[in-house]
């Protein structure tokens, strides 16, 4: 089965400044999907970032990016230039490519962002 | 809908009543899913409707729990004789379909917290 780790229970970071959020993961399968997703206190979840397995390159989006290692199954996103609307919990979650689609969530890390 | 509506918003019961929770899909998903999140826990599967397709229960914690989809829309998760383990947020996501490609992104709601008196 698999299984996803986001192992930094909390992390903050300064107005402006870089920050790295870390997610491991475990599977059998070559072929899966990886998504960021936010949960501000509204409890709304956004995406915020998705990568396919298949693909080497790294996603980004806008202030947004991942590193992503496939063969270490590692799935990290860093948010450049941090503001204060960044605060929220993040996700990190898995998907499979075949069965129900259900996506596996990491317990999530709490980011936040000091003015 | 422009997006996954949920209702209530909060409810509050005591430990043994039956209770209702409603996901409204985004018009024209045909997948819905339901996830718990717990305290400190990440997103937990609950259950997925995909259709007319018998729905995959595997995540279900126990037979206190079920759920419907009517219509292939609006679907209502029940919780018979809630118990205070059962605290939680309970999270509605649909998708156009329950398909492979990564554009099948799973849009949520905003969740129904559940507290057990």
């Known amino acids: 089965a698999q299984t996803v780790t986001q192992s930094q229970p909390e992390m903050s970071v300064q107005e402006a400044e870089t920050v790295t959020l870390s997610c491991t993961y475990d599977t059998s399968e070559s072929d899966y999907y990886l998504f960021w997703y936010k949960q501000p206190p509204s409890r709304q979840m956004i995406l915020v970032i998705r990568?396919?397995?298949?693909?080497?390159q790294n996603a980004t989006e806008n202030r947004f990016s991942v590193n992503f290692q496939k063969a270490a199954k590692s799935f990290s996103l860093k948010i450049s230039d941090s503001q204060l609307g960044d605060a929220a919990m993040y996700f990190c979650a898995y998907r499979s490519s075949s069965g129900t689609y259900k996506y596996i969530f990491g317990t999530g890390t709490r980011l936040k962002v000091l003015a | 809908g422009a997006g996954v509506s949920q209702s209530p918003s909060n409810k509050v019961t005591e430990k043994g009543k039956d209770v209702e929770l409603r996901c409204d899909p985004i018009s024209g998903h045909t997948a819905l899913y339901w996830y718990r999140q717990s305290l400190g826990q990440g997103l937990e599967f609950l259950i997925y409707?995909?259709?007319?397709?018998?729905?995959?229960k595997s995540g279900l914690p126990s037979d206190r729990f079920s759920a419907e989809r009517t219509g292939g829309s609006v679907s209502t998760l029940t919780i018979q004789r809630t118990q205070q383990e059962d605290s939680a947020v309970y999270l509605c996501?649909?998708?156009?379909?329950?398909?492979?490609?990564?554009?099948?992104?799973?849009?949520f709601g905003a969740g129904t917290r559940l507290s057990v008196l």
């Open positions: 990568q396919e397995a298949y693909k080497q």
């Open positions: 996501a649909s998708s156009v379909t329950g398909g492979t490609s990564v554009k099948n992104i799973q849009y």
């Open positions: 409707f995909q259709g007319n397709s018998a729905p995959d």
